[in-house]
């Protein structure tokens, strides 16, 4: 069973960085995109960045471009999202996410549990 753990999540003053992290096991990945959302209470389930393991192609979302940068290191397993320049429209849970083949849309096929961003003005 494909399992992913998000961490890293805090508080954060506006203009200030994060790095989540998320840690994947129970597969192997091969042909899979590797995806960053985030949802803030009241609003959908929005895109953030991906990426394609097999070849390392990333796509980010307009808000965030710039300033978010998605990467791994696979003999930890682990994706992460450097988060730089955090705005308080930045404050969401964020969601680690996986799907066999390549989408932006929230329908991937595994889920973290999320972590928690917030950033204060």
């Known amino acids: 069973q494909v399992q992913l753990v998000e961490s890293g999540g805090g508080l954060v003053q506006a203009g200030g960085s994060l790095r989540l992290s998320c840690v994947a096991s129970?597969?192997?990945?091969?042909?899979?995109?590797m995806a960053w959302f985030r949802q803030a209470p009241g609003q959908e389930r929005e895109f953030v960045a991906c990426?394609?393991?097999?070849?390392?192609?990333?796509r980010y979302g307009d808000s965030v471009k710039g300033r978010f940068t998605i990467s791994r290191d696979n003999a930890k397993n682990t994706l992460y999202l450097q988060m730089n320049s955090l705005k308080p429209e930045d404050t969401a849970a964020y969601y680690c996410?996986?799907?066999?083949?390549?989408?932006?849309?929230?329908?991937?096929?595994?889920w973290g549990q999320g972590t928690q961003v917030t950033v204060s003005s």
């Open positions: 996410a996986a799907v066999h083949g390549w989408t932006t849309a929230p329908v991937y096929d595994y």
């Open positions: 129970g597969g192997t990945f091969s042909g899979y995109t």
């Open positions: 990426m394609y393991l097999s070849g390392s192609s990333t």
